[in-house]
């Protein structure tokens, strides 16, 4: 069984569309976080949810907005979608707040 | 300056070879240090996990080391596999009235040749 799963895994659309990305975990965990991996391969944390609220929202345009309907769920939602958008977008999730830390697959974005 | 660098930016070693990286850092106080390993297209991976208080901790071929007072980290791969071929991430915890979040370095991308 997948701990941390994401969909899609792949993600082509234009600029100024609007796209999610859903994340599951099936661990129990109670924090789960949202990062992005730009072409450099730096991981940066873009926010992270423990028990469905919000605890780190980083400098992030607002366009990108995530919800928590459970413990078990962190999707995020991109509205008008920019090139610089492009990257991979990693969840992950831990039993409590900065504990050990399990990633999912990862979405690679693309918008062209 | 980022608050967690590593060295090599990136490394081609011969299979079966040995190789060392670093991670030096300057998050204080933290926690624990955390040393990961993402294949190309997949998440990162847990390797290791060292309290402020413990020298090494190993798992299988890797070996990671701290020492706290110089705030240096290494790994220590032994007897390298093609399946080594990765980013390995050094990741500093700080202490939660320090710091929220994790603090992450670049990565070292290894690449083990046959």
């Known amino acids: 069984d997948t701990a941390v799963s994401q969909t899609p895994k792949y993600l082509v659309t234009q600029m100024g569309n609007d796209k999610s990305i859903k994340c599951e975990q099936n661990l129990g965990h109670d924090t789960m976080y949202w990062y992005k991996q730009d072409s450099k391969k730096f991981l940066k944390i873009m926010f992270s949810?423990?028990?469905?609220?919000?605890?780190i929202n980083e400098t992030v345009p607002n366009r990108f907005s995530p919800k928590s309907p459970d413990k078990a769920h962190l999707n995020l939602h991109i509205n008008s979608l920019e090139l610089g958008d492009s990257a991979v977008y990693f969840c992950?999730?831990?039993?409590?707040?900065?504990?050990?830390?399990?990633f999912g697959p990862g979405t690679r974005l693309t918008v062209t | 300056k980022n608050q967690v660098e590593q060295s090599p930016q990136s490394l081609i070693i011969l299979e079966g070879k040995n190789c060392t990286l670093q991670?030096?850092?300057?998050?204080?106080?933290?926690?624990?240090l955390r040393w990961y390993k993402q294949d190309t297209g997949r998440g990162p991976v847990s390797l290791t996990i060292?309290?402020?208080?413990?020298n090494t901790k190993s798992n299988g071929r890797y070996t990671a080391t701290l020492d706290a007072d110089t705030k240096q980290s290494s790994l220590h791969i032994t007897a390298s596999q093609l399946s080594d071929s990765a980013s390995y991430i050094c990741?500093?915890?700080?202490?939660?009235?320090?710091?929220?979040?994790?603090?992450f370095g670049a990565g070292t991308i290894l690449r083990v040749k046959s």
């Open positions: 949810y423990n028990n469905k609220e919000l605890i």
């Open positions: 060292m309290t402020f208080s413990e």
């Open positions: 992950a999730s831990s039993q409590v707040n900065l504990g050990e830390q399990y």
């Open positions: 991670c030096n850092y300057t998050v204080s106080p933290f926690s624990n």
């Open positions: 990741v500093v915890t700080p202490n939660m009235e320090y710091g929220n979040k994790l603090v």
